[in-house]
């Protein structure tokens, strides 16, 4: 069993910054690795970014997200952060985490950015 739990949206201006965190926990492979994926409605869910937690910490991002957000592991926390800046208003979505490797997703945490 895993559970993924999100923190830290909320309403920014744009070019403000945001930080949001996935706790995970459960079954080690399946966190081995932690996605960030945002759907706004009507639309389908997209990938952001991701880690790999457990090997050589390698990362991902989105075009779209490369260069403003940035993908971390804070092990004090036990959790992965995404440090969101230059907040856009199409930035404005629904965030989730999920297991990289399984499939397992987190509630989700809304953005909103506005302009």
């Known amino acids: 069993q895993v559970q993924l739990v999100e923190s830290g949206g909320g309403s920014v201006q744009a070019g403000g910054s945001l930080r949001l965190s996935c706790a995970a926990s459960?079954?080690?492979?399946?966190?081995?690795?932690i996605s960030w994926y945002r759907q706004v409605p009507g639309k389908e869910r997209e990938f952001v970014s991701a880690?790999?937690?457990?090997?050589?910490?390698?990362?991902n991002y989105a075009h779209s997200v490369k260069g403003r957000f940035t993908i971390s592991q804070d092990n004090a926390k036990n959790t992965v952060d995404l440090q969101m800046n230059s907040l856009k208003p199409e930035d404005t979505a629904m965030y989730y985490c999920?297991?990289?490797?399984?499939?397992?997703w987190g509630q989700g945490t809304q953005v909103t950015v506005s302009s």
């Open positions: 999920k297991t990289r490797y399984c499939n397992y």
């Open positions: 880690i790999d937690i457990d090997s050589d910490g390698s990362t």
């Open positions: 459960g079954d080690t492979y399946c966190t081995s690795g």
